[in-house]
């Protein structure tokens, strides 16, 4: 997958925060109703009976084992088959990033159907997002957001990434650009004004509008992506420590100032954390198995 | 437990965002090692051996089932027993919330002691964050952030919180009286002024100063106690929407309003979902037992 894509996503997940606004158990018997077009994004999952759901011109079927997660903005009509009541667990959340939402970059698929063993996870899941959203404990903030990212996060691997998911909007275009050109000059130093002009947009206006899709700004993120490359360096033991410094455009004690600040660890620290556990992922499995 | 305490640590929490920077299995066999006060906090899990640490004047055992979590800024000292080495699980993050961090409001343990079941627990959920953190997913922020919460959420939890835990730091007291302010004027018009005069400060300074500590500024945390107190309310039966209303001071169409930005409901939908969920709270754990 294009490196402009994972960024933008891996950044959107490292900011998204989310704001559970309700979370619950329903049975709605009632006919077809309309709902105005609400601000938060919802995710049902469906426990009993069978009705229908439309989205804009989308329909979708309601049925046990159905998880669905609905954008925000979107009119939404949904009801039981006559005679019948839907049985779900659902919850509303907020979660503003920057001026995107998950949709408007991601051609996220709507529903997803789960098998036995899927249900039983999300069903879990579930009941532990509820019973943390009723709960009083001074944690539950802690409880309910570590719960629903669980769910978020299986829904969208469910979904699985690809390219062609991406909704192909300028400003992904544009950033995509200035990524790619970072990387290949990961070794350099690259000015803010040298990436603005590659899209033609002004430094002062360029910092914001590439803060606002990427999380980071300019000077922030190829500070990342070095610290980044500077890892996979330091992952091939052959690589020199000074090699890794000049490989990223920095000097030695800056590499070592900077990557302290983004992992806590020295790099030959870092070194030795990543082959332990390389070479005792095996080892420990068994051990604690 | 006083509401102040409880509003400051949930939204506390609410805003817990955390940045982990590096998550893995270490097994140290080295003498003891000094370490400069590190800008993270630090989460360990024992798994093997025996050690120490000392942080400032006071000295812990390291022990298998041993969780700890280390202030951030506090210099470290730390080593297995002779002959012996120490294998853990650890993890760095940051979580910057305002000018606090949580060693400032709460007198917390750093080192808790886990039983066999405890023990299984936490290190499917070590796992988890080693798992989701080595790996290269798009969701790995999610995921290692769902870990992260979790065993954040357990540790706190398994401390107890109570009120003697509350470091008596002055902004807490001043925070406090105009939480309790609040509380008793719920139904009236609240204005920032009569606040800040409460606690002898300036109007522009006191919104900053409250918003740093409690998350929310004034008028925006008014709004929400007052739409926590009309979930309350509404919880009850006997109580008419329109009373409702008149307890927190709002007309019903401003209620509405509100009441629907806040959860997504209306006041009356959200009535008959909490009869539904107290009412089949039991029946549905059958159901799905």
Known sequence: ?????????????????????????????????????????????????????KIKDQSY????GRLLLLPPGAQQFFG??????????????????????????LNLK????????????????????IDAYQSTTLTRGLRVRAALFEIVAYYLDYCGFNEDMFLQIE??????????YIEEHIGEQISVDELAKLVFLHPNYFIGYFKNIVGHAPTQYINIRKMERAKTLLENMDIQISDVARQIGLQNHYLSRLFKQYTGLTPKRYRQIY??????????????I
């Open 1 to 53: 997958m294009k490196l402009t894509f994972k960024t933008i996503i891996q950044n959107y997940f490292h900011r998204f925060h989310a704001d559970v606004s309700m979370a619950a158990h329903s049975v709605t018997s009632k006919g077809w109703q309309s709902e105005q077009p609400p601000e938060f994004y919802r995710l049902w999952y469906i426990i009993g009976g069978e009705g229908g759901l």
């Open 61 to 64: 079927e309601l049925k046990p």
């Open 110 to 129: 709507v529903s997803i159907e789960l098998n036995d063993q899927e249900r039983k996870h999300i069903e879990t899941l579930f009941r532990q997002l």
């Open 275 to 288: 082959i332990y556990n390389t070479e005792n992922e095996d080892k420990l499995e068994q051990e604690l």
């Open 171 to 180: 400003p992904i275009t544009k950033i995509d650009h200035v990524i790619q």
């Open 80 to 105: 039981p088959l006559e005679g019948q009541s839907v049985s779900l667990y659902w919850c509303n959340f907020r979660a503003p990033i920057g001026d995107m939402d998950l949709f408007d970059i």
